[in-house]
């Protein structure tokens, strides 16, 4: 049984150069989350996709965040030129509506922003 | 003003005692309430829910829930030296809304 998985793992990059995260959720998990995590400190949240409903993006810092979804599935998150406090732990969990609502988290990508 | 309060530790516990962990929430129409353990270098992963005010019991835990006071918290009965971690509150205001999470406390177990 596969779990939600995320890639890369870790990222070093330069400042100032875009980055793409993914994440694929549990088959069948209709709602999908993208949060952040700064070293020692909570989460973050960034978006929240749900079904076909327009994604809460109510979290993103600033104009140099996005992310996508497609077909329901996979989802992208995308930084702009990035920025050294954008270094963090970026995390991935899908749940289900239905049930207990619970969220399994990805392992997290790391990015460090030079 | 943040939306999920926690003290932030550390809460130092002496192995086999009781551990006590509270959290705040801001949005009084707040419908389900979570509680996370993270280890070190790990991702979070769900302990316990709880939708209904009083206490709900899973072995050694038992979150309680005033909604009339906004305040969730976690017990954590004969505390062992494993279960020194950073436990996470979550909210969530509806079934389709977002989950929002305090900044976490870390509790140590002492031998």
């Known amino acids: 049984g596969a779990g939600v998985s995320q890639s890369p793992s870790n990222k070093v990059t330069e400042k100032g150069k875009d980055v793409e995260l993914r994440c694929d959720p549990i088959?069948?998990?209709?709602?999908l989350y993208w949060y952040r995590q700064s070293l020692g400190q909570g989460l973050e949240f960034l978006i929240y996709?749900?079904?076909?409903?327009?994604?809460?993006k109510s979290g993103l810092p600033s104009d140099r965040f996005s992310a996508e979804r497609t077909g329901g599935s996979v989802s992208t998150l995308t930084i702009q030129r990035t920025q050294q406090e954008d270094s963090a732990v970026y995390l991935c969990a899908s749940s289900t509506i239905t049930g207990a609502e619970t969220q399994y988290f990805g392992p997290g990508t790391r990015l460090l922003v030079l | 003003q943040k939306e999920v309060e926690q003290n932030s530790g550390p809460l130092s516990v002496p192995e086999g005692a009781i551990a006590s962990l509270n959290c705040t929430y801001s949005d009084r129409g707040s419908q389900s309430f979570f509680w996370y353990r993270q280890y070190s270098g790990k991702s979070p992963e769900l302990i316990m829910f709880?939708?209904?005010?009083g206490d709900k019991e899973d072995g050694r835990f038992t979150a309680q829930l005033n909604k009339a006071s906004q305040y969730v918290s976690l017990l954590i009965r004969d505390s062992q030296p494993s279960d020194s971690a950073t436990y996470l509150c979550a909210v969530r205001y509806s079934s389709a809304s977002k989950i929002i999470f305090g900044s976490g406390t870390r509790l140590s177990i002492r031998p």
């Open positions: 088959s069948g998990h209709t709602a």
């Open positions: 709880i939708y209904s005010n």
């Open positions: 996709f749900q079904g076909n409903s327009a994604p809460d």
